[in-house]
Each structure stands twice: as structure tokens, then as C-alpha cells.
């Protein structure tokens, strides 16, 4: 059983790995705050998933920060002459991409991210600050990096005078399989990721074929189970479900029941 030891500020984004660490968060600290971040990015729909997010929880504050067209990049998350680059598969995806900076990356995001929620964590007597990070599928961001959080911890801590803050990185090295096994093991938190947005194009349903949604595809499919954002979809009738095994009869039949009872626990909480 994990003893919970205070409280915690998630970044929560309202995607995929950061729902997951705000359920993971709940696990082990006492009173959860949930931080986002409006940025003038490409996929804002993610702000309203993790609206929902942080309401189902029932988190004790959830403040969306309006920093407007702050950040700026060449690539098309906050550039929207530029267009999102699509791959037929994950293997094809990761022969294209090899070594290089993604083309998504925005420089100093998470930098700025990390600095505001570690004023806002500050300014409420929270010393742990949690985010969704991810170095195993995410070497292609040099902010996911875990040499890159260590020294923003040193950094907030040395700026704050303090040497107590700590940054949280639960998903930093696991794969996306692995980070969705580990969403199973939380209560509510596979079932939420039903509200959660990945897509780098802020369409629903996911249907595109960016580097996040395939990322997230393949996850799922190596976990062996179904999406729930795409069980969800399919049960409207806004896409038809995809043809690999994590989408046999009994599994979909499965993740609906739970994606219902997410729902009425959202109804409530309204």
C-alpha cells in the first residue's frame, strides 16, 4: 500500500501521459492541483479534455493559464502555416524520424511549463510538482529528457532558495505500452483516458496519422488493449474501430461498460 506524503501540482495537459500521472499523482499524494497551459497551440481541444479530466478526479483547483501566442517555432503546433508531417505506421514513422528533433518540438515549452507551475506549486506550500514526460518514446524532445528535468529541479531550486522542490516524472522511462499498463493498475485512470487528447491536429475523432496518434495507436495495440478514446468515438458512430487484436468483441465490450460508468461518474460530478 503506498503511503501518501503530502500534496502535489500535475501539469496536466489533458493528454494521454499526463491524465495517467494525475491519477498516478492521486495514488500518492494527498490533495491533488491540476495546472494547464493555453498556448495558442495547433490542438487546443486538449484544454477542454483536460477540463473533464480534472473533474472527474474531483482535484482540489484546476487553473488554465492564458499565455496566448507566447511561444514561438517553426513547427506546426504552434505554426499553423507549417503542415503536420503523417506516416503510414509506427516502424515507418520511427525509419523517418531516427535521431532528429521532432518537427513538433517547441522550443523552451517545457522550461517555461515547469517554471510557472513551480510558482504556482510555490505560492499554494506544494512541494511536488509532477508531469508527464517521457524520454523512452520521447528522446526526440530534448525537454522529456530526464538530464533535462534534474537540472530544471536544480535550477527551481536554486532560484526559490530552497532545496526541497521535487519534479515527478512517473512515465519517464517507460515505453507507451508500458505507461498504458500502468494506467490499468490505477483506479479510473484507463477509463478516463477516454476524455484525453493526443492529436497534434485537435481533430475528433483521431483519425490522422501525426506522430502522436500513431505513437498512441501503437501503445494500445502492444498492450493489448483497446483505446478507450477510440471505443468511445466508435460507440457515437464517428469512426469504425481499428482492425488489430486489442479490439476483439469481448475487450471493446469491456472498456465500454467502464467508459459508460466514467461517464456517469462525470455526470455527477457536473
Not at 62 to 87: A, F, S, W
Not at 97 to 124: S, W, Y
Not at 139 to 148: G, L, V
Not at 207 to 225: C, M, P, S, Y
Request: proline residues 4%; negative net charge.
Amino acid at each position: 500500500m503506498t503511503v501518501k506524503k503530502g500534496d502535489a501540482l500535475v501539469v496536466l495537459s489533458g493528454g494521454q501521459d499526463s491524465t495517467i500521472c494525475l491519477f498516478w499523482a492521486h495514488e500518492h499524494f494527498n490533495t491533488i492541483h491540476a495546472l494547464s497551459f493555453d498556448y495558442g497551440q495547433r490542438h487546443k481541444i486538449e484544454l477542454a479534455a483536460a477540463k473533464k479530466i480534472a473533474k472527474l478526479l474531483g482535484v482540489a483547483s484546476h487553473e488554465i493559464v492564458e499565455l496566448g501566442p507566447i511561444l514561438q517555432g517553426r513547427g506546426p503546433l504552434v505554426n499553423n502555416e507549417e503542415e503536420l508531417e503523417q506516416y503510414t505506421d509506427f516502424e515507418s514513422m520511427t525509419n523517418i524520424i531516427g535521431d532528429r528533433v521532432e518537427l513538433t518540438f517547441v522550443p523552451m515549452r517545457n522550461a517555461l511549463f515547469l517554471t510557472l507551475a513551480a510558482n504556482r506549486a510555490i505560492c499554494k506550500n506544494i512541494k511536488h510538482l509532477v508531469t508527464g514526460v517521457c524520454q523512452e518514446d520521447t528522446a526526440n524532445y530534448p525537454d522529456c529528457r530526464q538530464s533535462f528535468i534534474d537540472a530544471q529541479q536544480f535550477t527551481i531550486n536554486q532560484a526559490l532558495g530552497i532545496d526541497f522542490f521535487q519534479i515527478h516524472t512517473p512515465l519517464m522511462n517507460l515505453n507507451k505500452a508500458e505507461s498504458i499498463k500502468l494506467s490499468l493498475t490505477l483506479p479510473g485512470a484507463y477509463e478516463a483516458l477516454a476524455w484525453s487528447h493526443t492529436a497534434y491536429d485537435g481533430q475528433y475523432p483521431p483519425i490522422g496519422k501525426d506522430h502522436a496518434t500513431v505513437l498512441r495507436a501503437w501503445g494500445f495495440e502492444q498492450a493489448g488493449v483497446p483505446d478507450p478514446l477510440i471505443v468511445r468515438a466508435w460507440h457515437e458512430g464517428k469512426m469504425d474501430l481499428p482492425k488489430t487484436d486489442n479490439y476483439s468483441t469481448k475487450l471493446v465490450d469491456q472498456t465500454l461498460q467502464q467508459i459508460q460508468a466514467c461517464s456517469a461518474q462525470l455526470s455527477l460530478n457536473a
